[in-house]
């Protein structure tokens, strides 16, 4: 799997509300350098267990959507 990535604009606005959060849950000043460093290291770690299972959810959505058609197409093909 490719590494994730995210636009800059994503990135910037997450590294805002880290830096946010920091401040108001833990009183502590989060600098830029360190939002990002976390966020990279959230992509990294966290990154591929939340795409997989987000492919997974999306696999059982459409595999019971496709369960649902086949009865909704049956056709009695008796006389």
């Known amino acids: 799997m490719k590494p994730l990535t995210l636009s800059d604009d994503r990135r910037e606005a997450l590294a805002g509300h880290l830096r946010r959060l920091f401040a108001e849950e833990f009183d502590e000043d989060l600098s830029g350098f360190r939002a990002e460093a976390i966020i990279a290291l959230m992509l990294k770690q966290l990154g591929p267990a939340v795409y997989n299972q987000a492919v997974e959810d999306v ?19 008796g006389v």
Request: cysteine-free; overall charge negative.
């Open 59 to 77: 696999r059982a959505h459409f595999q019971d959507k496709l369960d649902d058609l086949s009865g909704e197409v049956w056709v009695d093909g």
